[in-house]
């Protein structure tokens, strides 16, 4: 999720929950603490690897393990600036800066780009697949629950009430999505079953957010003889249209030298274990090298008011592989 609807979330976890504690120091700080899991982009600047937001970007700052050391480092940062010391004033700025800091992290674990949780014990990226990565219906209902607040405020009148049920209806549309996948996945597994596909046969399978509308979804699944031999198929589907999906399909290079070798590099490691759906493809260039291109087919987001899927490939990963099975460069990149 955006830097802008984390923090939009933090200010009004602050006013809901905090504003009688710490005044209007609440919002600011929840807002702030909000943004701090997504430092690990930042850290990436003074990286020259390429790769490194890919493997680190929701990873270490955005464990559920790790929010407590960095609401306390908040808590000491803010008291410095403010100078005031106070034990009990620390332990609200603590949970003041803990519990937005876990909305970061749990926002994000409902989208479909996976989030590391449970680093350093297990470095899986959870995803629940319910919300697209900037959900603007999200966004103007924690900033119309914010401006109703001050609003409030500004008339000199009680307003954590309202910055109350802005977080319930959140949570409400929240779960409204949640409800919306359940009810793409039914769709999806009737689909395949219509399909007389052996369960052996698909070896993934899920139900993506798709831009602008919660009824919309992105069905992907893949099949093949073997998980390294794989087609990808994907279509978009409305939950409450009971007609048959088109299914668009992506077929993967069949395993060779060359991919194995572009494969087993280390920025290949890092790409495979942070895609879902890869697609791999090769082809040979005029000095004989092959040139290897992974992408992970859950970013070609197909859009439900067009009829034609978007043509520039995201989260691209680069090899060039020589005849003997060298491998020359790596490269990534966001879109091509």
């Given at each position: 999720?955006?830097?802008?609807?984390?923090?939009?979330?933090?200010?009004?976890?602050?006013?809901?929950?905090?504003?009688?504690r710490l005044g209007r120091l609440a919002p600011i700080?929840?807002?702030?603490?909000?943004?701090?899991?997504?430092?690990?982009?930042?850290?990436?600047?003074?990286?020259?690897?390429?790769?490194?937001?890919?493997?680190?970007?929701?990873?270490?700052?955005?464990?559920?393990?790790?929010?407590?050391?960095?609401?306390?480092?908040?808590?000491?940062?803010?008291?410095?600036?403010?100078?005031?010391?106070?034990?009990?004033?620390?332990?609200?700025?603590?949970?003041?800066?803990?519990?937005?800091?876990?909305?970061?992290?749990?926002?994000?674990?409902?989208?479909?780009?996976?989030?590391?949780?449970?680093?350093?014990?297990?470095?899986?990226?959870?995803?629940?697949?319910?919300?697209?990565?900037?959900?603007?219906?999200?966004?103007?209902?924690?900033?119309?629950?914010?401006?109703?607040?001050?609003?409030?405020?500004?008339?000199?009148?009680?307003?954590?009430?309202?910055?109350?049920?802005?977080?319930?209806?959140?949570?409400?549309?929240?779960?409204?999505?949640?409800?919306?996948?359940?009810?793409?996945?039914?769709?999806?597994?009737?689909?395949?079953?219509?399909?007389?596909?052996?369960?052996?046969?698909?070896?993934?399978?899920?139900?993506?957010?798709?831009?602008?509308?919660?009824?919309?979804?992105?069905?992907?699944?893949?099949?093949?003889?073997?998980?390294?031999?794989?087609?990808?198929?994907?279509?978009?589907?409305?939950?409450?249209?009971?007609?048959?999906?088109?299914?668009?399909?992506?077929?993967?290079?069949?395993?060779?030298?060359?991919?194995?070798?572009?494969?087993?590099?280390?920025?290949?490691?890092?790409?495979?274990?942070?895609?879902?759906?890869?697609?791999?493809?090769?082809?040979?260039?005029?000095?004989?090298?092959?040139?290897?291109?992974?992408?992970?087919?859950r970013f070609q987001s197909q859009l439900p008011f067009?009829?034609?899927?978007?043509?520039?490939?995201?989260?691209?990963?680069?090899?060039?592989?020589?005849?003997?099975?060298?491998?020359?460069?790596?490269?990534?990149?966001?879109?091509?």
């Amino acid at each position: 999720m955006d830097i802008f609807t984390h923090m939009l979330a933090g200010a009004l976890i602050g006013e809901a929950v905090f504003r009688p504690r710490l005044g209007r120091l609440a919002p600011i700080a929840g807002a702030i603490a909000a943004a701090v899991p997504d430092l690990d982009v930042l850290s990436g600047c003074f990286s020259a690897d390429p790769f490194f937001n890919l493997e680190f970007h929701r990873g270490p700052t955005h464990s559920l393990i790790m929010l407590p050391l960095l609401s306390a480092a908040l808590a000491v940062i803010i008291s410095a600036l403010t100078r005031r010391w106070e034990i009990r004033r620390c332990l609200w700025l603590f949970l003041a800066g803990l519990l937005p800091m876990l909305s970061h992290s749990l926002i994000d674990w409902l989208t479909n780009y996976g989030t590391q949780l449970l680093w350093p014990f297990d470095s899986a990226r959870y995803a629940l697949d319910w919300i697209f990565i900037i959900d603007p219906w999200f966004d103007l209902i924690l900033a119309g629950a914010l401006i109703l607040t001050w609003r409030q405020l500004r008339r000199g009148k009680p307003a954590r009430g309202i910055a109350a049920r802005g977080v319930a209806f959140a949570l409400l549309y929240v779960f409204f999505l949640g409800a919306l996948h359940h009810m793409a996945l039914d769709r999806l597994r009737d689909d395949l079953k219509a399909r007389d596909l052996p369960p052996a046969a698909v070896h993934s399978y899920a139900c993506l957010p798709v831009p602008l509308s919660p009824f919309a979804w992105n069905a992907i699944y893949t099949t093949g003889e073997s998980p390294d031999a794989t087609a990808t198929h994907t279509a978009v589907f409305w939950v409450l249209n009971k007609s048959t999906p088109r299914f668009d399909t992506l077929l993967s290079a069949p395993p060779s030298p060359a991919t194995s070798a572009a494969l087993a590099t280390p920025h290949g490691q890092v790409f495979i274990w942070f895609a879902r759906f890869p697609v791999i493809e090769q082809k040979s260039l005029p000095n004989g090298d092959a040139e290897v291109t992974v992408f992970d087919a859950r970013f070609q987001s197909q859009l439900p008011f067009f009829q034609r899927k978007l043509v520039r490939k995201p989260f691209l990963f680069r090899a060039i592989v020589a005849p003997d099975g060298a491998v020359r460069s790596t490269a990534f990149a966001h879109w091509e």
